[in-house]
Nanobody, 125 residues
Framework: VQLQASGGGLVQAGGSLTLSCVAS????????MGWFRQVPGKEREFVAA????????YYADSVKGRFAISRDSGKNTVTLQMNSLKPEDTAVYYC???????????????????WGQGTLVTVSS
């Protein structure tokens, strides 16, 4: 599975951005999909995930109510809608795919099998 993330950029605090991740290769709806973010010197941090069925979503407390993850299995795409952005949301955002994950493992980056290349989001104050 290859993942290609896009949509990052520079936005003012309070603004919105939409990140997209397109999966190619051996793709099917059996993969859970997620988004992580990372700033220099820190570990990769869980942001959001969506179950392979597409019906259940999970969020980090820091983004709950502001971000929304969704997927279009027909297009092999997962989207992260980010609203009310804050300077502390500045990071490189990575999409991830995982198979056979249990929910309790979502927040660990090491649980995920495939990663996209990352897209930079910068939120100015």
């Amino acid at each position: 599975v290859q993942l290609q993330a896009s949509g990052g950029g520079l936005v003012q605090a309070g603004g919105s951005l939409t990140l997209s991740c397109v999966a190619s290769g051996r793709t099917d709806s059996a993969y859970d999909m997620g988004w992580f973010r990372q700033v220099p010197g820190k570990e990769r941090e869980f942001v959001a995930a969506i179950r392979r069925s597409g019906g259940t979503t999970y969020y980090a407390d820091s983004v709950k109510g502001r971000f929304a993850i969704s997927r279009d299995s027909g297009k092999n795409t997962v989207t992260l809608q980010m609203n009310s952005l804050k300077p502390e949301d500045t990071a490189v955002y990575y999409c991830a795919a995982g198979r056979g994950l249990i929910v309790s493992s979502y927040r660990r980056a090491g649980s995920w099998n495939y990663w996209g290349q990352g897209t930079l989001v910068t939120v100015s104050s």
